[in-house]
């Protein structure tokens, strides 16, 4: 499951326990549900900085939860519904008012690397831990709004083939190489304390939120447009 704490203005979201936090309908509830709080407690000066407990951010849809539904239309099922349910809470992260940092200190696999690319920088450690986006090793095509999300947020097309269509397994040092994530650590303090820095490095900015908001989303257009998000334009208070 996941816990959410706050220290000055820093919220942390913290998929806890020592599993693969694997995703299935009762955390991707979770997830949103503590997004949305996050979204009304922020306020100018706010930043959100997501990690996890144990050797794995997130190893991608619970498949055993999918492959319980007792046949394989069921577990078909099952697995495009979670597919279905991920989709908002991609939506919660583009959205969100406040400035987001993804401490990867373990495996992120599949949709829980699209987990990690959902939020504006990700840190990640150096020494243990891969990014793996596994649909072409397991047989199941890419849904669109994945899709979207690595060609909104990886610039190199051979960074991006070699992600989907070559099946790599990225470390942290090759991960900065290819411009997946912003930093590579040591270890996972130091991971989540290059976060923590960048965190009160935004933090200080104050920015207006809504601003925020609808500029992340007007980045990535393709990306919003799947997600059903609109742009809205937002003027200041004072001319």
């Known amino acids: ?20 936090h694997r995703l ?3 955390l991707i509830a979770t997830l949103r549900s503590t997004l949305a709080q996050v979204k009304s407690q922020s306020v100018k000066g706010s930043v959100l900085i ?21 046949s394989e239309k069921a577990a078909a099922d099952r697995l495009m519904n979670m ?4 989709k908002p809470v991609v939506a919660d992260f583009m959205s969100l ?6 401490a990867v200190t373990g495996h992120a696999a599949a949709a829980g690397l699209l987990l990690a690319m959902s939020h504006d920088y990700i840190t990640m450690r150096s020494d243990k831990g891969v990014l793996y986006m596994s649909e072409l090793d397991i047989g199941m095509t890419l849904p ?3 899709m ?26 090759e991960a900065v190489r290819m411009g997946m994530v912003d930093s590579a650590h040591g270890t996972a303090e130091e ?15 104050r920015w207006d939120g809504k601003v925020y908001a609808e500029i992340r989303k007007s980045l990535f257009p393709e990306l919003c447009g799947l997600l059903g998000l609109k742009d809205v334009a937002v003027l200041p208070s004072h001319l």
């Not at 997501?50 to 007792?70: C, V």
């Not at 947020?153 to 470390?171: C, E, F, H």
């Open 83 to 86: 597919v279905d349910l991920l």
């Open 144 to 146: 669109d709004y994945f």
């Open 50 to 70: 997501t990690k996890a407990d144990g050797r794995f951010f997130s190893n991608g849809f619970d498949l055993k939860y999918a492959q319980a539904g007792g």
């Open 1 to 20: 499951m996941c816990t959410l704490e706050k220290t000055g203005n820093i919220f942390y979201l913290t998929l806890t326990g020592d599993d693969e």
């Open 24 to 26: 299935n309908p009762t």
């Open 191 to 205: 991971t989540v304390d290059a976060a923590v820095r960048l965190a009160e490095e935004l933090g200080k900015k």
């Open 97 to 102: 008012p406040i400035p987001t940092i993804a």
């Open 148 to 173: 979207a999300m690595i060609r909104s947020k990886i610039g190199s097309a051979g960074a991006r083939r070699d992600l989907v269509l070559k099946t790599a397994k990225i470390r942290g040092e």
